[in-house]
């Protein structure tokens, strides 16, 4: 099956500073993709939906200027978490669909611990 | 709106024995797909299985079966002869036909004893 590769898988940041999370498609377009955040024992919960090329669409009650989407390729988007406060500590998944609507890939998820 | 309901927070099934998963959703689309999917304690999402709405066979994956009732609006993973590896999270999942956000039940933790 098709390979989303996400990085870091995990980080421990300083309150207040910003963390970036890559996500990439390796061996197919990655039309779409989407952020997700999951808290412990908990479903996973979709924060934003990024098309290559445009901007970001934020679900409701995620604040779009603390996490930055950025989906510049076909391959990769980027999530920001900008200003990170311990409350942002959390697991954060991507995935990633070529077109083809039933399927969608994830990555392995990122960790984040600020302190 | 859609919704997906998972009401086993957690089950437990003895090594080689059959498991059944519950997940019932609703939806006011004709066309959806349904998923399952594996999240072992390293956290990444494993896909296990697929349903379209109009399929009109079960899916079955290797040890995986999923009981279509679409009736009863519900989709329930059948995991055959469990094996220790089997122990992780399961959600079940819903997409609709020519979209792409999917939705997530709350999950069910599978413990397989041996």
């Known amino acids: 099956g098709a390979v989303v590769s996400q990085h870091p898988s995990w980080v421990i940041c300083k309150s207040g500073t910003s963390v970036k999370i890559e996500c990439r498609s390796l061996d197919f377009q990655a039309t779409t993709m989407f952020w997700y955040r999951q808290f412990p024992k908990q479903s996973l919960m979709l924060m934003a939906t990024s098309n290559e090329g445009s901007k970001a669409t934020y679900e409701q009650g995620v604040e779009k200027d603390k996490f930055l989407i950025n989906h510049a390729s076909l391959t990769l988007s980027t999530l920001t978490v900008t200003s990170a406060h311990p409350e942002d500590s959390s697991f954060y998944i991507c995935?990633?669909?070529?077109?083809?609507?039933?399927?969608?890939?994830f990555g392995q998820g990122t960790r984040l611990t600020v302190v | 709106a859609q919704k997906i309901t998972q009401t086993q927070p957690g089950m437990f099934v003895q090594e080689k024995e059959a498991v059944t998963l519950d997940c019932t959703y609703d939806?006011?689309?004709?066309?959806?797909?349904l998923f399952w999917y594996k999240q072992p304690s390293s956290g990444e999402m494993i896909f296990l299985i697929y349903?379209?709405?109009?399929?009109?066979q079960n899916a079955t994956e290797g040890r995986y079966s999923l009981n279509f009732q679409k009736a009863r609006k519900s989709a329930n993973l059948v995991i055959s002869a469990s094996q220790l590896g089997d122990s992780a999270m399961y959600f079940c999942?819903?997409?609709?036909?020519?979209?792409?956000?999917?939705?997530f039940g709350a999950g069910t933790r599978l413990f397989v004893k041996a």
């Open positions: 939806t006011s689309d004709q066309s959806y797909g």
């Open positions: 999942a819903m997409r609709a036909t020519g979209g792409f956000k999917t939705i």
């Open positions: 995935s990633a669909t070529g077109g083809t609507w039933a399927e969608a890939f």
């Open positions: 349903q379209g709405s109009y399929d009109e």
